[in-house]
């Protein structure tokens, strides 16, 4: 579970790379309620913590916008543009007989850039600044709660299905430049039938077909986070709050052109929500392994592309 938490603490610093359009998307998601657990180091038999509960609903907004773009001769976009992107998420626990984070804000903003290399590699780089914080309060954010970060990946396009990439991200989520690696992988099988596998901003994996030219039903797999820094105990922590989830995924593409709506009814498989000391040693520390159980979820988003 630490890596996964090591992983998405990183990776919900890094902002959409995508931006070869200007869009805005809009999602809401819920998390079902389920109980709160913890998995000793080296023991597999987890423990229940007393009545301890929880459920969870997020709200996300995202904006890109390219300032510039050409495509080359083997239709590979050259790009520079903006992203913003804010999420709420509402953590509605019950019966904690210690703290516990009970809302996440986390506010982004940055530059991005797009180039092919030659005819085989692309280069994907950002650069950008966050808030993350455990409060709505503006009045209560410091520069502790600010985060720096940055990121760039080598893409080697294997075939017209298959890219995929590495490279390093960079932000201060421990309180100092540091160096993660950074992993990309595209794979899709187009058609009226299709398969995509994505690691990029998140997880997503999915299998689709397209009913009509406005419909599309997908059975999908999702991995997502948030971030919170935080004071806790005269110890600057980090509260990470992922999880992972699966389900049906509908499109529905309306009348207006760029227009289209999605949704997903399913569970959430792993919900890990757990705080650390804001250091290597405790993002690694054994005693940070805990989460709420499997749940329902279910979500609704709206995305314009212009």
């Known amino acids: 579970m630490k890596s996964i938490s090591l992983f998405l603490t990183a990776l919900v610093t890094l902002l959409c790379l995508e931006g070869k359009a200007q869009q ?28 301890s509960k929880g459920s969870a609903m997020i709200y996300q907004a995202a904006f890109t916008m390219p300032l510039s773009m050409k495509v080359d001769e083997n239709e590979r976009p050259t790009v520079w543009g903006v992203a913003f992107g804010g999420t709420y998420v509402s953590l509605r626990n019950q019966d904690f007989s210690e703290y516990m984070v009970s809302e996440i ?42 985060l720096g970060s940055g990121g760039v990946v080598f893409i080697r396009h294997l075939n017209p299905n298959l890219d995929i990439g590495a490279g390093v991200a960079i932000n201060s989520s421990l309180g100092y430049p540091m160096i993660f690696p950074a992993v990309y992988l595209n794979w899709r099988h187009n058609g009226r039938f299709d398969v995509n596998i994505e690691l990029v901003e998140g997880l997503d994996i999915s299998t689709g077909f397209d009913y009509n030219d406005r419909l599309k039903l997908s059975y999908a797999l999702e991995m ?19 999880y992972i989830v699966t389900g049906f995924r509908p499109e529905l593409k309306l009348g207006t052109k760029g227009l289209s709506v999605t949704g997903m009814a399913g569970i959430n498989l792993f919900r ?11 993002v690694f520390a054994g005693d940070n392994d805990y989460y709420f159980s499997v749940s329902p979820y279910g979500s609704v988003g709206l995305k314009m592309k212009f």
């Open 224 to 242: 997502n986070g948030q971030a919170a820094l935080l004071e806790r105990d005269g110890k600057d922590q980090i509260f990470s709050h992922q």
């Open 105 to 146: 804000m986390n506010l982004q903003v940055g530059v991005y850039h797009l180039r092919p290399l030659n005819d085989k590699w692309s280069m994907r780089a950002s650069a950008g600044i966050g808030i993350f914080t455990p409060s709505t309060d503006f009045s209560k954010i410091s520069f502790k709660n600010v």
């Open 24 to 51: 805005v998307s809009f999602k809401t998601e819920y998390i079902g309620n389920s109980g709160y657990y913890y998995l000793p180091p080296g023991d597999k038999s987890r423990e229940k913590i007393g009545e």
């Open 272 to 282: 890990p929500a757990s705080f650390s000391d804001r250091t290597l040693k405790g």
